[in-house]
């Protein structure tokens, strides 16, 4: 066997060791972060869309000398995905889910990294007045009563938790052709209520970068405690995925300063307020 050919085994080996050892190839990345073979991966859904998640990447791959692989999944699925150990760690807003992961064992270091919050939008006349409701139990009561179109993401994700927690509180089941099931992430959801003129639970990160594209919507309801929406990081138990030490040590990075700094200032430069709030204020909301 000659040098060339030795030496393509050998590049095509490491390849394999990193990028399939651990459960998962690269085609299955949403993105890539950095360039070393050293990779670890990461499942979460908005703070990926947003861009949050690759501006923590970004400053954690230069200290550390690693890339991110991030797979773009709700919360539901990336507890899912972490359990099967096909990722290294997970960003999720999904408390109950998350403490019964530790309980269980498949997880560990659950550390509050920040927060932010649940709009309620609709359409600029407010046909259900919401915008008179003292809660979103009753908010959501009120929409149901008059079965105006509602579109809820379905899809197992925090935020779909979230809305049925809140549809059980206002003694509702949801159903019916008002009640518009998408199978879709935040902003594409959001796209839909506003092409249809329908009511929508979204994040406020999201709603901050996608207002300027959504005319017909409106925020029409905030405030209730019940709709902050406190995001957790964690990881695989020690020695149980390849990339499972640097995921480790990325949770401490979004817990130290340096982590904090940047999500508590991420999107203001862009739009004039930050995106997220950061562990200091979120853990008045811990539950």
């Not at 050892?21 to 085609?27: A, M, V």
């Not at 869309?49 to 690759?54: D, F």
């Not at 699925?77 to 997970?90: Q, T, Y």
């Not at 999107?267 to 930050?274: F, V």
Request: charged share 25%; hydrophobic share 40%; with cysteine.
């Amino acid at each position: 066997m000659n040098r060339v050919t030795l030496r393509h085994l050998l590049l095509a080996s490491l390849f394999v060791f990193f990028f399939v050892s651990d459960g998962f190839s690269k085609s299955e990345c949403k993105a890539v972060y950095g360039q070393s073979a050293r990779l670890f991966t990461l499942a979460t859904g908005s703070p990926g869309e947003l861009g949050l998640l690759e501006k923590l990447a970004d400053e954690f791959n230069r200290e550390h000398g690693t890339s991110m692989c991030w797979q773009k999944a709700g919360s539901g699925k990336s507890l899912a995905l972490l359990k099967n150990k096909e990722v290294d760690l997970v960003m999720v807003h999904a408390p109950a889910a998350e403490k019964k992961a530790v309980e269980d064992g498949w997880a560990i270091k659950r550390t509050l990294i920040g927060s932010n919050e649940f709009y309620i939008v609709g359409p600029a006349d407010d046909p259900a007045g919401i915008r008179g409701a003292g809660s979103a139990a009753e908010a959501y009561k009120m929409i149901a009563a008059k079965q105006l179109p509602f579109l809820s993401r379905g899809d197992n994700s925090g935020t779909h938790k979230k809305e049925l927690n809140i549809w059980k509180t206002a003694g509702v089941t949801p159903e019916g052709d008002w009640y518009v099931v998408t199978k879709d992430f935040m902003m594409a959801t959001l796209k839909k209520a506003n092409d249809i003129g329908g009511y929508f639970m979204t994040d406020s990160s999201t709603w901050v970068v996608g207002q300027k594209d959504f005319a017909d919507l409106k925020i029409l309801f905030k405030g209730d405690p019940v709709l902050i929406n406190t995001y957790h990081g964690l990881c695989q138990p020690e020695g149980a995925t390849v990339g499972q030490e640097a995921a480790s040590k990325f949770i401490d990075f979004l817990s130290s300063e340096a982590g904090q700094s940047i999500i508590r200032t991420y999107g203001e430069a862009d739009h004039g307020a930050p995106m997220y709030n950061d562990a200091d204020y979120a853990r008045q909301y811990e539950h």
